[in-house]
């Protein structure tokens, strides 16, 4: 089934995602670089949005604080009906256990566990027993086509295929939203398109939110929407009517 419809109706329901005002500085050796100047954006429940913008714009601040690893100078953030100023320690880590699923340009897996271990970590933190996490691990590694790698270690599988590792991880504990930082910076046109399709699959499949942060202008056709960040600010938002093309 498309991803569209669903993506329509949710534009309808409360945000995946609302910030208003947001700000974020950073200082260091005497100057101050404002990352964040007063970030207003809506995230509809389900389906992908892109964040696009140059570099340095502060994309990667954004859903840093958007994923509760950063947190902002000011404004609001309300992830999942949740404002995370109101999370904190332990709860603002079992927030993003449950709740966030995250995937990097570098893949970030644990070189010394098998693919299998590493899709289980979410799980294993969340607190689900061992054997419940392997076999939910063995059954998401399987839908992203490598059900015969999961004993071997990451280091011997391709870019595209540790990214597909990655996906199952970000994705086992049924995350209701998925933040991804050029998640196919790293990899070759093929490999790239392979993993946006698996993307879509699984929003789709588990009307997740996804927010993807990338440079990768060959993605983006596969955005329902685009956000577009200069100098700190959204200046604009293509919806699914601009950026739709390969669902
Ligand atoms: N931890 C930090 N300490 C100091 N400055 C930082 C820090 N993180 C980000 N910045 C600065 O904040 C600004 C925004 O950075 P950010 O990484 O969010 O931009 P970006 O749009 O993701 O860039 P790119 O596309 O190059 O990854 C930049 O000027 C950057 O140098």
Do not use: W, Y
Not at 132 to 159: F, Y
Not at 213 to 235: E, N, Y
């Amino acid at each position: 089934m498309s991803a569209l419809p669903a993506a329509r109706a949710a534009d309808t329901a409360a945000p995946a995602v609302r910030c208003r005002e947001l700000t974020k500085s950073f200082t260091g050796a005497g100057a101050t670089v404002h990352a964040l100047r007063g970030i207003d954006l809506d995230v509809p429940r389900g389906g992908m949005t892109m964040l696009v913008g140059p570099s340095g714009c502060g994309k990667t601040t954004l859903i840093s604080v958007i994923a509760g690893i950063l947190t902002p100078d000011g404004g609001e953030c309300l992830v999942l009906g949740t404002e995370l100023s109101t999370l904190h320690g332990q709860r603002l880590l079992d927030f993003r256990g449950r709740s966030i699923g995250f995937i990097f340009q570098q893949f970030h897996l644990v070189p010394t566990l098998t693919v299998i271990e590493n899709v289980t970590i979410p799980l294993i933190i969340n607190g689900t027993p061992t054997p419940h996490a392997r076999a939910a691990a063995a059954e998401i590694i399987a839908e992203v086509g490598l059900g015969d790698r999961g004993r071997e270690l990451p280091g011997v599988l391709s870019g595209g295929e540790q990214q597909r590792v990655a996906i199952a991880r970000a994705l086992v504990h049924s995350p209701a939203l998925v933040v991804c930082d050029e998640p196919t910076s790293a990899l070759d046109h093929e490999s790239g398109q392979m993993i946006m399709a698996l993307l879509r699959r699984f929003v789709s499949l588990r009307q997740a939110t996804i927010i993807i942060v990338t440079h990768d202008d060959r993605i983006l056709p596969f955005a329902d929407r685009i956000a577009r960040m200069d100098d700190g600010r959204i200046v604009g938002i293509d919806t699914e009517a601009t950026a739709g093309g390969q669902r």
